[in-house]
């Protein structure tokens, strides 16, 4: 296993709420990078935080929203949830934020309905 | 068009067979690649970097050409534990993004 954890696992929301997802990094590791997996696709970039900061950002819209804390883990925030947010939310954890060697979490299943 | 581009498959091949997976990508800017590996509903792991010179593990061999932005996986002797889906992945180091294809689904059979 990775040393990376993610909760909840499995989330069921209503469109027009909001969710927060966490991630606890693997220890050792600095950065963390949020994707998205849609069935039958492979994971799309949400952002990536690095020193409690964002440093990289993929196509999503600002009600996509994260924080790092301290102890490097961190939170993925969803604002005015839509039926197309409905995914798997997968948390990777490195160490320094250009590194393609990233561990995944097992996800967060989100379904919106 | 998307930026990385795989095959989906699936690609159904007996135990023992050689399969070779091929991924374009269109971004000149990606600097690094890799080949992931996902099981049905499980995470992504990291099966190999991809260097232009060609580097292989055991069974598995990674090509890079960059001119023709342009990588491949090779596996050889296939075990029934390679089924899973195969992700092809480069790395913009610039916008810190990786950049997933959809992925190419093997099925080693008995």
């Known amino acids: 296993e990775t040393g990376v954890t993610q909760s909840p696992t499995h989330l069921i929301k209503t469109r027009g709420q909001q969710v927060t997802l966490r991630c606890s990094s693997q220890s050792g590791h600095n950065t963390v990078s949020w994707y998205q997996q849609a069935l039958g696709q492979g994971p799309q970039f949400i952002f990536q935080y690095y020193r409690e900061e964002e440093n990289g950002r993929g196509n999503f819209p600002p009600r996509f929203s994260g924080l790092q804390f301290p102890n490097y883990s961190s939170e993925l925030n969803v604002n005015a949830l839509e039926l197309d947010d409905s995914a798997l939310y997968l948390c990777?954890?490195?160490?320094?934020?250009?590194?393609?060697?990233?561990?995944f979490g097992p996800g967060t299943r989100l379904t919106v309905t | 068009r998307k930026e990385v581009e795989q095959d989906p498959g699936p690609f159904n091949v007996p135990e023992g067979a050689t399969v070779a997976f091929n991924c374009t990508y269109s971004n000149s800017a990606s600097q690094s690649f890799f080949w992931y590996r996902q099981d049905c509903r499980k995470e992504p792991k990291l099966l190999m970097s991809?260097?232009?010179s060609g580097n292989e593990d055991g069974r598995f061999t990674a090509q890079l050409n960059r001119a023709s932005q342009y990588i491949s996986l090779l596996i050889r002797d296939s075990k029934l534990s390679d089924s899973a889906t195969y992700l092809c992945v480069a790395l913009d180091t610039g916008r810190r993004a990786l950049t997933f294809g959809s992925g190419t689904r093997l099925q080693v059979q008995p």
């Open positions: 991809v260097y232009s």
């Open positions: 990777a954890s490195s160490f320094g934020g250009r590194r393609g060697e990233q561990y």
